[in-house]
T-cell receptor
Framework: AQKVTQAQTEISVVEKEDVTLDCVYE???????LFWYKQPPSGELVFLIR??????QNEISGRYSWNFQKSTSSFNFTITASQVVDSAVYFC???????????FGAGTQVVVTP | NAGVTQTPKFQVLKTGQSMTLQCAQD?????MSWYRQDPGMGLRLIHY???????DQGEVPNGYNVSRSTTEDFPLRLLSAAPSQTSVYFC?????????????FGPGTRLTVL
C-alpha cells in the first residue's frame, strides 16, 4: 500500500516570501504518478501538476516549481514570491495502480498575509 | 463543459435518515469516484467506478452504496446516516482508470449528520 506524508500542517508567510511544501511518499511500485492539488478557501480541488516516476526533471510553471527526487521519495512544491491568492490547502497524492485510486497526504495549509 | 457537478452543496441530516449525493460529469469520462475529506486526514476513497455497471469499494466504503447506470452519473447513497459520516464529499472523474489519468474534482458537498 502507498502512503503520502505532508509533515507541515500549516505554513505562514508574508507576501513575496517563498514557501516550500514537503511531500514524502512510500510505494513499492516502480511505476507511479505524483500529483499536487490546491484547495482554496472556496473549497474546490484544483489540479496543479502530475509527474510520473520515470521523469525526475524539475518543473516550473510561473511562480510554481516542483522538485522530484526519487532517491529520497520526495516531491516538493515551491511557490516563489507568494501572493495572498496562494492561501489555500495543498495536497500531495500518489497513484500506483490501474484502478484510479489516489492516495492523499493530510494537506498543508498555506497562509499568505499582506 | 460544466465539468464535474455535485448537488447539493450543503446538507444537514438527522441520524438514521437516508439521502443521495448526486454527481454528474459531461466529459464522457469512464472513471468516477467518491472521496470524503476529514480534517487532518486528506481525502479518502469511498467507492469508484471504471464504467457504467461496474463499481468497487475503496478505502472507507462502510455505510455507503453506489451504482453507475450511465456514464454521466455516479450517485452516492447513505442508507442510514451516522454522525461519523459528517464530512465533505468530493466526486471526481477521469478519462480512464489508468495511472496516467488525471482526476478532476467536483465542488464538494458538505454534509452534517446530527
Amino acid at each position: 500500500a502507498q502512503k503520502v506524508t505532508q509533515a507541515q500542517t500549516e505554513i505562514s508567510v508574508v507576501e513575496k516570501e517563498d514557501v516550500t511544501l514537503d511531500c514524502v511518499y512510500e510505494t513499492r511500485d516502480t511505476t507511479y504518478y505524483l500529483f499536487w492539488y490546491k484547495q482554496p478557501p472556496s473549497g474546490e480541488l484544483v489540479f496543479l501538476i502530475r509527474r510520473n516516476s520515470f521523469d525526475e526533471q524539475n518543473e516550473i510553471s510561473g511562480r510554481y516549481s516542483w522538485n522530484f527526487q526519487k532517491s529520497t521519495s520526495s516531491f516538493n512544491f515551491t511557490i516563489t514570491a507568494s501572493q495572498v491568492v496562494d492561501s489555500a490547502v495543498y495536497f500531495c497524492a500518489v497513484r500506483t495502480d490501474s484502478w484510479g485510486k489516489l492516495q492523499f497526504g493530510a494537506g498543508t495549509q498555506v497562509v499568505v498575509t499582506p | 463543459n460544466a465539468g464535474v457537478t455535485q448537488t447539493p452543496k450543503f446538507q444537514v441530516l438527522k441520524t438514521g435518515q437516508s439521502m443521495t449525493l448526486q454527481c454528474a460529469q459531461d466529459m464522457n469520462h469512464e472513471y468516477m469516484s467518491w472521496y470524503r475529506q476529514d480534517p487532518g486526514m486528506g481525502l479518502r476513497l469511498i467507492h469508484y467506478s471504471v464504467g457504467a455497471g461496474i463499481t468497487d469499494q475503496g478505502e472507507v466504503p462502510n455505510g455507503y452504496n453506489v451504482s453507475r447506470s450511465t456514464t454521466e452519473d455516479f450517485p452516492l447513497r447513505l442508507l442510514s446516516a451516522a454522525p461519523s459520516q459528517t464530512s465533505v464529499y468530493f466526486c471526481a472523474s477521469s478519462y480512464g482508470a489508468g495511472v496516467t489519468d488525471t482526476q478532476y474534482f467536483g465542488p464538494g458537498t458538505r454534509l452534517t449528520v446530527l
